[in-house]
Nanobody, 127 residues
Framework: QVQLVESGGGLVQAGGSLRLSCAAS????????MGWFRQAPGKEREFVAA????????QYADSVKGRFTISRVNAKNTAYLQMNSLNAEDTAVYYC????????????????????WGQGTQVTVSS
């Protein structure tokens, strides 16, 4: 079983930045792909970014490409989402998730591939 705990959310003005962290329990973190998803009020949860188990490959939603950066430090069992140039459309609850398949070659953007989820952290961007 893997437990994921997000942190770093908060209130920020449009144009500002935040960095989200996702701390994972367990010793298999370095073999998991990690993803970030978000859910805005009244909308379905959507893919934001994903990173391969070794950090060698990343994927981004078109809406965040060039503004957000996903990264990980396996020695710290932690994944990150650096968010720059935030706008009101980025307001949502952000979730990190772990894909427990052993060292998948490409990080997935599909929710069904992720078995473990954090509780979410609120990001609010004021315009």
């Amino acid at each position: 079983q893997v437990q994921l705990v997000e942190s770093g959310g908060g209130l920020v003005q449009a144009g500002g930045s935040l960095r989200l962290s996702c701390a994972a329990s367990g010793r298999a973190f370095s073999t998991y792909a990690m993803g970030w998803f978000r859910q805005a009020p009244g909308k379905e949860r959507e893919f934001v970014a994903a990173i391969r188990w070794d950090g060698g490959s990343t994927q981004y939603a078109d809406s965040v490409k060039g503004r957000f950066t996903i990264s990980r430090v396996n020695a710290k069992n932690t994944a990150y989402l650096q968010m720059n140039s935030l706008n009101a459309e980025d307001t949502a609850v952000y979730y990190c998730a772990a894909d427990p398949r052993f060292r998948p070659s490409n990080p997935s953007r599909y929710e069904d591939e992720y078995r473990y989820w954090g509780q979410g952290t609120q990001v609010t961007v004021s315009s």
